[in-house]
């Protein structure tokens, strides 16, 4: 059980255009899920934390309008890079929570490259 | 703000011994602990959760938490080079509750 799928696993893009990244919990429902952005031997970075119909909470120095997050139902999350850089050049990945539950499962993560 | 402090590492260990993995936190509210591990290139998958002082343990791992002292730590036992990854400590995700990861600690089982 806690299954997380992420969707691509890896996107190369052109610079200026926007990228989709889907999280879903296949086998249970993610009342909570939370993105998390890492660069190459770095720490995970939060991103923001969604909750199911509510809008997203960011995380101090990160764009809402830049990275738009929907979590409109329980078992699906989006991430959209609008107009992506080189900069935005990461793995992101989603991980997704089960109200009264503390543990939160990790999705495999997506690995974007913008050119 | 809560911390959770880990040794980046590496820590180096030969196949066979015990690995000890430590982490100390500052938010003594924190009620649940967790940790992770992190091949390279690849997203954290939760190996351990503990809730109550003292020890826990599953398979070759155990995960011994010290509320008084703000202490968690994973001891993995028999290390095999399957093992080398980072392991990354983390505080609750429940309630209201942000998760905090700290940076984690690179371990290498040398054959």
């Known amino acids: 059980g806690a299954v997380v799928s992420q969707h691509p696993s890896w996107v190369i893009c052109k610079s200026g255009t926007s990228v989709k990244i889907e999280c879903r919990s296949l086998?249970?429902?993610?009342?909570?899920m939370f993105w998390y952005r890492q660069f190459p031997k770095q720490s995970l970075m939060l991103m923001a934390t969604s909750n199911e119909g509510s809008k997203a909470t960011y995380e101090q120095g990160v764009e809402k309008d830049k990275f738009l997050i929907n979590h409109a139902s329980l078992t699906l999350s989006t991430l959209t890079v609008t107009s992506a850089h080189p900069e935005d050049s990461s793995f992101y990945i989603c991980?997704?929570?089960?109200?009264?539950?503390?543990?939160?499962?990790f999705g495999p993560g997506t690995r974007l490259t913008v050119l | 703000q809560k911390e959770v402090e880990q040794n980046s590492g590496p820590l180096s260990v030969p196949e066979g011994a015990i690995a000890s993995l430590n982490c100390t936190y500052s938010?003594?509210?924190?009620?649940?602990f967790f940790w992770y591990r992190q091949y390279s290139g690849k997203s954290p998958e939760l190996i351990m959760s503990i809730y109550s002082n003292g020890d826990k343990e599953d398979g070759r791992f155990t995960a011994q938490l010290n509320k008084a002292s703000q202490y968690v730590s994973l001891l993995i036992r028999d290390s095999q080079p399957s093992d080398s990854a980072t392991y990354l400590c983390?505080?609750?995700?429940?309630?209201?509750?942000?998760?905090?990861f700290g940076r984690g600690t690179s371990l290498i089982v040398h054959p």
């Open positions: 991980s997704a929570r089960s109200d009264g539950y503390n543990e939160q499962f």
């Open positions: 086998d249970f429902q993610a009342t909570t």
């Open positions: 938010d003594r509210v924190s009620q649940s």
């Open positions: 983390a505080l609750g995700a429940g309630g209201s509750y942000i998760p905090t």
